[in-house]
């Protein structure tokens, strides 16, 4: 069991520093977008892993409103996209 968790660790640090690099460098906002929705998918599969390891359920509210976030902020990323395009042809 320690060397699952070990592993599950490891592939979600390196998952979330390559993330947070593409959030940083861009190039452009729908980079961003994309990285930030991979990084609020990651921190959701790192609650489910505890969830599944300890065995219970108490994280679900949680995981419901970083879905309901992701969500939105992909819908508001993209609408502000489609605007700024459309203001600019």
Do not use: K, Q, W
């Not at 990651?42 to 970083?66: D, F, K, Q, W």
């Amino acid at each position: 069991m320690n060397i699952l968790l070990i592993l599950i660790v490891a592939v979600f640090s390196v998952a979330a520093i390559l993330t947070m690099f593409r959030i940083i460098r861009g190039p452009s906002i729908l980079d961003r977008a994309v990285a930030s929705d991979v990084l609020l998918t990651e921190v959701m599969c790192v609650l489910g892993a505890e969830m599944a390891i300890n065995g219970h359920t108490r994280s679900i509210p949680v995981l419901l409103i970083i879905a309901a976030v992701g969500v939105f902020g992909s819908i508001s990323v993209a609408r502000y996209v489609a605007r700024r395009d459309n203001t600019t042809s």
